[in-house]
């Protein structure tokens, strides 16, 4: 009666790992949040409901006598990453105007040089400035 138990047993083992390997290869890790993405975004509409909007950036709840809530952590935390956002963005304006001034002065500075060969070279004389009228 043991044997038989132990091999019903390991025959329920068998077919369990055969069963789990066999639909793993069907196992999906996308997110199902994901439904409606692409239409919420052609719409000009935030990626998911809860990026940004009055659900996600109002408080919750306000005082009887009209006074606001403490801003919750998630709205805390939103609102330090949304100025973090907005120096980094400045920042990196700031970098690309300086870039558009260094090349706007190379470019100026090649100019003055090329110029400045023009004004080295050797100038026609005697003859060759005198123009002969055409007739």
Not at 13 to 26: D, G, K, N, T
Not at 45 to 51: C, F, K, N, V
Request: net charge positive; with cysteine.
């Amino acid at each position: 009666q043991l044997l038989e138990v132990r091999v019903k047993y390991s025959l329920f083992l068998h077919l369990l790992f055969e069963a789990l390997r066999l639909s793993s290869r069907h196992f999906s890790s996308t997110c199902g949040v994901q439904a409606g993405q692409k239409w919420r975004t052609e719409h000009g509409l935030s990626r998911s409901g809860t990026e940004y909007g009055p659900l996600t950036d109002l408080p919750d709840w306000s005082f009887e006598d009209g006074r606001p809530a403490p801003p919750l952590k998630g709205q805390l935390r939103r609102r330090k990453e949304k100025e973090e956002l907005a120096r980094r963005i400045v920042m990196l304006n700031s970098e690309v105007d300086r870039g558009i001034e260094v090349w706007e002065e190379k470019q100026q500075e090649a100019k003055r040089m090329e110029e400045h060969k023009q004004s080295l070279l050797l100038k026609p004389k005697g003859n060759l400035l005198i123009k002969k009228p055409r007739s």
